[in-house]
C-alpha cells in the first residue's frame, strides 16, 4: 500500500508490460490531452498577469495525474474537483470557456454541460469529499453504474472532513473514489509538517477502504489505478483512497510566492526530470507513435482551441448587477425583488439625483 | 514616538509586541510561520520567536480552534489566524459550541482567553468565499466578543486589549483596509478599550454608524453631502460589535434625531437590524425620521465581477442620507 506503483518511468520505458490495456490510440490521446491543459494552464498565468484573470491556481506539473484520472471515467459519472482540478474538469467535458469565465470572475462560470456531472470547483478545504461520497451513496441505492470521484490535495488530509468521508465510505461501500494529488505542499506547508503518517495511501487502512499510491506524474500507472477502482465500485467493490503522489511546479496561486517557503528552483528542476509530459513523449516517439511533425500540427490546433475559447469567454455576456440576485432560491422571495430593484433605481439614475 | 504604519503592521506590531510581553502568548494558524501568514500578518514573527510560538498548523480549522481552546484553559494566550473568514465554518462547532460557553458552563471556573483573528470583508476581487462578512454569526453567539478596527491605530490598540481580555475574541480585520493607507500609530503598547465606539465627526442632522471597510465610504458619503446640501452627519465607528456601545449610539441619536447604518453584511439579521431595535427601545420618541440601513444584498457575495455592485456604495449611502434627512 505504501509502494509506489509506476508503470511509465521517467526516462520514458515501460516498468511492465501493459500490452492489451493501453491501446497506442489512447496513449496518443492521453498525450493530447496533456499538452492541451499545459498550454491552457500556461496562458491561464500570462492572461492574470495581463490582468485580464483574477487571482489564478496553477495545476502545471499535475497533467498526468488530472488527465489520467479523469479519462478513466465515464460520462455518467459525478466529479467533485477542487480549485486546481481545471484540467480534470475539462478532460470530463467541462468547457475551456467556463473555465476562463471562473477565473474571470463571472457568475454564469460553474454551469456545467447539460449531460456532464461537474460539480464547481470547490474552495473550502476537503468538504466536497462529503458530497462524493453522498452522491455514491444514491447511485448505490439507485442501483445505477456510476461513480463520483472527489479530487483533493495533501492538505485536505488534515481536516475533518477528510475522515469523515472516508469512514462513510467505509461503513456504506458507496462507489467513490478520493482522488488525493499530494503535491508535497498545502500552500506553504510541507507534507511532513501536514501529517505524521508517511504515506495517505495508507490512511485507506483505517478505514478499511482500498489503497493505492501510485506516481502521479505517471499517467498510465494513473489511468491503470482509476480504471482498476472505477471498475470495482461500479460493481459494488466499495470506495477506494487512491494518492498521486506529484508536484506542482508553480506558486500555489498567482498571489503566492513560493521562494519564502521552498527552494524553487532546485526542486522544480528535480521535478521537471519527471515531467508527465515529457515522459510520455519520449515514450511515443520511441514506439513511433509521435513525431515532429504531429507536435507542431497539434501545438498549432492548441493554440488555436484556446484563442477561440479565450475569444468566446472575453466576449461572453458581461454579467449585470441584476445577475446576483438570479438562483438564490428557486422563487425569488420579495425581499431580495426589491432589493433588485432598489439597486436597479440607484443604477439608472446615475447614483445620486435625490 | 510614532510613525505611519498601515493596518496590518500595527497588527504585526501587537503580536509582536504581546508576544515579547507575555510568553503566554502564541500564535497559531495556516501558513503563519515561514510564509508569514497570505496577507504577512505575521511576517518576521517566526525569525523572531521560534517555530513553537508561532506555529504553522495542519490544515484543519476545528483542530485549530480546538487546540486553542484546550491551550487556553491550560494557561497559555492564543491568538489563532484563520485564513479568511469563511474558512472558520469547519471550526464553527469549536468557537460557539466550547470558546463561547466554557466559562458559562463552568460558572466561571475555567475560561478561554483566546483571539481568533481572521481577514473579512469584499472589495480586494478575491476568489469565492474570500469576502464574506457573516459579523453576525459571532455578535448572535453569548461568550463571544466581535471586535472589528477600521484604522491602525484601532487595530493595534484593540488587538492588544484583545489578547489581554480574558473571555474569547472574534478579531475581523477588513482585508480592503490592511494596506489602503497609513496613519500615526504609536511605537509604545497602548489599549483601546473594547466595548467603546468612536466618534469620528460630529454632526447635528444625522447619525451614520459603520464599522471596518465601510466607515470610510459613511464618511466620503458624509463629506459629499455636507459639501453639496450643508447637511451635517455625525459619523461613529463602532468598533466593538459585540457588546455594542449603548450610550454612544443612543446619545448620538437622541442628540441628531435621525440614524443610518451602513454596513456590507447581508441585510436580513444583519447588524444593522439588532441597532434599529437597540435606538427603538432607547431612543424612539427622538426620532423625526425612520431608520435606514444600506447594506450587501441577500445573496451569497457575488464572483468578483460584480462585487462592487454587491458593496455599499457611497451613491447608495448618500441616496440613504437625503431619503432620511427629506422624510
Ligand atoms: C477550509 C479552508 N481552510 C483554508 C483554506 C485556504 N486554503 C486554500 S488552498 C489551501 C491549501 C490547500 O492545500 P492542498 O489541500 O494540499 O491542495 P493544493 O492547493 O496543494 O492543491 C489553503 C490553506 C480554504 N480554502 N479552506
Known sequence: MTKLYQVLTPEGELAEDISGRITPDLMIDMYKKM?????????????????????????????????????????????????????????????????????????????????????????????????AMGAAWASKLKGEQTVSIAYLGDGATSEGDFHEALNFAGVFRAPVLFFCQNNGYAISVPFSRQSASRTIAQRAAAYDIHGVRVDGNDVFAVWLTVQDAVQRARVGGGPALIEAVTFRYGAHTTADDPKKYRDQEVLAQEWRRRDPVDRLRRF???????????????????????????????????????????????????????????LQRVLNEGGMQA | MSRKLTMLQAIREAMDQKLTDDPRVMLLGEDIGVNGGVFRATEGLIE?????????????ESGIVG????????????????????????????????????????????????????????????????????????????????????????????LISAIEDPDPVVFLEPTKIYRAFSE????????VPIGKA??????????????????????????????????????????????????????????????????????????????????????????????RRITGFDVPVPQFSLEDDYLPTEARVKLGITETILF
Open chain 2, 48 to 60: 523572531k520567536y521560534g517555530a513553537e510560538r508561532v506555529v504553522d498548523t495542519p490544515l484543519a
Open chain 1, 35 to 131: 499538452v492541451l491543459v499545459r498550454t491552457f494552464d500556461r496562458k491561464c498565468i500570462i492572461l492574470q498577469r495581463q490582468g485580464r484573470l483574477g487571482t489564478y491556481a496553477p495545476f502545471e506539473g499535475q497533467e498526468a495525474a488530472q488527465v489520467g484520472s479523469a479519462m478513466a471515467l465515464r460520462a455518467g459519472d459525478w466529479m467533485f474537483p477542487t480549485y486546481r482540478d481545471h484540467a480534470a474538469a475539462i478532460v470530463h467535458g467541462h468547457s475551456l470557456v467556463r473555465v476562463f469565465l471562473y477565473w474571470m470572475g463571472h457568475s454564469d462560470a460553474s454551469v456545467c454541460p447539460e449531460d456532464k456531472r461537474i460539480l464547481p470547483q470547490c474552495v473550502p478545504i476537503a468538504t466536497q469529499m462529503l458530497h
Open chain 2, 198 to 291: 468612536r466618534v469620528v465627526q460630529e454632526g447635528s442632522d444625522l447619525s451614520i454608524f459603520a464599522w471596518g471597510a465601510m466607515l470610510r465610504v459613511a464618511m466620503k458619503a458624509a463629506a459629499d453631502i455636507e459639501r453639496e446640501k450643508g447637511w451635517s452627519c455625525e459619523v461613529i465607528d463602532l468598533r466593538t460589535l459585540y457588546p455594542l456601545d449603548r450610550d454612544c449610539i443612543i446619545g448620538s441619536v437622541k442628540k441628531t434625531g435621525r440614524a443610518l447604518i451602513v454596513h456590507e453584511a447581508h441585510k436580513t439579521a444583519g447588524m444593522a437590524a439588532e441597532i434599529i431595535a437597540l435606538i427603538n427601545d432607547e431612543a424612539l420618541l427622538y426620532l423625526k425620521a425612520p431608520i
Open chain 2, 67 to 158: 487546540t486553542a481552546i484546550g491551550l487556553a484553559l491550560n494557561g497559555m494566550i492564543p491568538v489563532v489566524e484563520i485564513q479568511f473568514l469563511a474558512f472558520i465554518y469547519p471550526g464553527f462547532e469549536q468557537v460557539v459550541s466550547h470558546a463561547a460557553r466554557m466559562r458559562y458552563r463552568t460558572r466561571g471556573q475555567f475560561s478561554v482567553p483566546m483571539v481568533i483573528r481572521t481577514p473579512y470583508g469584499a472589495g480586494i476581487r478575491g476568489p469565492e468565499l474570500h469576502s464574506e462578512s457573516v459579523e453576525t454569526f459571532f455578535a448572535h453567539t453569548p461568550g463571544l466578543k466581535v471586535v472589528v478596527p477600521a484604522t491602525p491605530y484601532d487595530a493595534k490598540g484593540l
Open chain 1, 284 to 342: 511515443l516517439e520511441k514506439q513511433g507513435l509521435w513525431n515532429d511533425e504531429q507536435e507542431a500540427a497539434w501545438q498549432r490546433q492548441v493554440g488555436e482551441t484556446i484563442e477561440s475559447a479565450l475569444a468566446e469567454a472575453e466576449a461572453f455576456p458581461k454579467p449585470q448587477p441584476a445577475d446576483m440576485f438570479a438562483h438564490v432560491y428557486a422563487e425569488m422571495p420579495w425581499h431580495i425583488r426589491e432589493q433588485q430593484q432598489e
Open chain 2, 184 to 191: 500615526e500609530v504609536p511605537e509604545e503598547m497602548y489599549r
